[in-house]
C-alpha cells in the first residue's frame, strides 16, 4: 500500500490597512499576514527593503478595559555600512503594544504601559503607518556590520577562542611625550 501526502503551502493573506480596534478587540481578532513592501514608502526611502513584511497582530480589551493591539513584525533590509560603506542584509523584527484609549489611560495611570496610536475620524487606525514607525525605530541609530561595530566599540578582539586586547594606536605619542 502507498500512501501519498498532499502538503498545501499555506498562502500569505495581506494584511488590512485600515482597522476598527474597538470592534476588532471585542472579537479577539488576530491577523497574520503580510504588507507589501511597496507600501512602506518612509521605510523604503531609509532602507531597501528585501521582503514583505510578516505581521502577526492580536486585538483584546485587557483587565481595565482598555483596547489593546500587540503583536510581532519583521522584515528583510539592505543597509549600508556606516563604518565601512559596504551594504548587507539586516533583519528588523520587532514586538510592539499599542492602545487606542489614551484619555482611559491617563484616568487610570497605565500612561507608561502602552504606546498610543490616534483613531481617524470613522474610529479606523492605519495599521500600516503604525508597523513602518515601528520598523523605523527599530533601525539602530549607527547601522553597522557586526564586525565594524566589534572595531568601532570594543579594544578587545575575540581570536580563535581567547580574548586579545587590541594595541593602543596612541602608544606612539606616549613615547614621544617621555623624550622631552
Known amino acids: 500500500m502507498i500512501f501519498i501526502y498532499y502538503t498545501r503551502t499555506m498562502q500569505k493573506v495581506r494584511i488590512p490597512q485600515m482597522v476598527d480596534p474597538v470592534r476588532s478587540a ?11 513592501k511597496e507600501k512602506l514608502l518612509r521605510l523604503s ?14 486585538f483584546s480589551v485587557d483587565l481595565q ?5 500587540e503583536g510581532n513584525v519583521g522584515t528583510s533590509v539592505k543597509c549600508e555600512c556606516q563604518r565601512c560603506g559596504e551594504l548587507f542584509n539586516f533583519d528588523i523584527e520587532t514586538d510592539l503594544v499599542y492602545s487606542s484609549d489614551e484619555e482611559k489611560a491617563k484616568k487610570l495611570g497605565l500612561f507608561d504601559n502602552y504606546d498610543f496610536i490616534s483613531q481617524n475620524e470613522f474610529g479606523e ?12 525605530l527599530s533601525l539602530p541609530t549607527v547601522i553597522m556590520h557586526e564586525e565594524c561595530e566589534d572595531e568601532a566599540y570594543g579594544s578587545e578582539v575575540y581570536v580563535s577562542g581567547k580574548i586579545e586586547e587590541k594595541p593602543n594606536p596612541f602608544a606612539v605619542l606616549s613615547v614621544l611625550k617621555s623624550k622631552k
Open 26 to 36: 471585542a472579537k479577539r481578532l488576530t491577523y497574520k499576514g503580510i504588507i507589501p
Open 65 to 69: 478595559g482598555m483596547t489593546v493591539i
Open 125 to 136: 487606525v492605519d495599521l500600516y503607518n503604525m508597523i513602518e514607525d515601528e520598523l523605523i
Open 45 to 58: 526611502d531609509i532602507v531597501k527593503i528585501l521582503t514583505d513584511i510578516d505581521v502577526e497582530l492580536s
